[in-house]
């Protein structure tokens, strides 16, 4: 049984016994597109992998299922996201678990998933912000993956297009 996606790393359920269930949590701020390949080996219609957002079943898949990949698109606010692996209390299938892999989220507006991540808020999370007082804005920062605060400044260096060293692209 392949138990990674890209061959790399994955998350595998726990070992759950009948009545049991194991499951990976974590929050997400809309709004997004969060993004995963899931897969499992259990009990048709009994044991499912069930995705819940916000309390809320989203998705589920049970049986033999191979890698999948699912998108669900987040409206803005916070978001509660819980993949859960169920088994019932009667018999079993296939090897009685659960795969999870290449999950991510993809905010709507890449600045305001910047400045989130960053932890800014209010008037220094605005993009002509310079909450370091370096001189250099937030958008600016954002825009050259620098880290906001930092003392930091973009510098840019000559490259070359089409043979032509110094020109900017």
Do not use: C
């Not at 726990?14 to 949590?25: K, Y």
């Not at 009990?43 to 309390?55: A, I």
């Not at 600045?111 to 912000?129: D, F, N, R, S, T």
């Not at 310079?130 to 605060?149: E, Q």
């Amino acid at each position: 049984v392949q138990e990674s996606f890209d061959g790399l790393h994955s998350a595998r359920s726990g070992p759950v016994g009948h009545n049991q269930h194991s499951q990976l949590a974590t929050n997400v701020q809309g709004p997004g597109t969060l993004s995963f390949r899931w897969k499992v080996s259990s009990e048709q219609d009994r044991d499912p992998f069930v995705l819940y957002v916000n309390g809320n079943e989203a998705a589920r898949i049970s049986g033999e299922v191979d890698w999948t990949h699912r998108e669900v698109a987040l409206p803005a606010g916070p978001h509660s996201i819980v993949w859960r692996y169920v088994r019932d209390g009667s018999g079993g299938g296939g090897t009685n678990a659960a795969w999870l892999d290449n999950v991510a989220f993809h905010p709507d507006d890449l600045y305001e998933g910047w400045k989130l991540h960053a932890g800014l808020a209010g008037a220094e999370a605005l993009p002509e912000a310079d909450p370091s007082g370096s001189g250099v804005s937030n958008l600016v920062r954002y825009a050259f993956g620098l880290p906001p605060g930092s003392a930091s400044r973009p510098t840019l260096g000559p490259s070359v297009l089409h043979g032509m060293p110094g020109a900017f692209i």
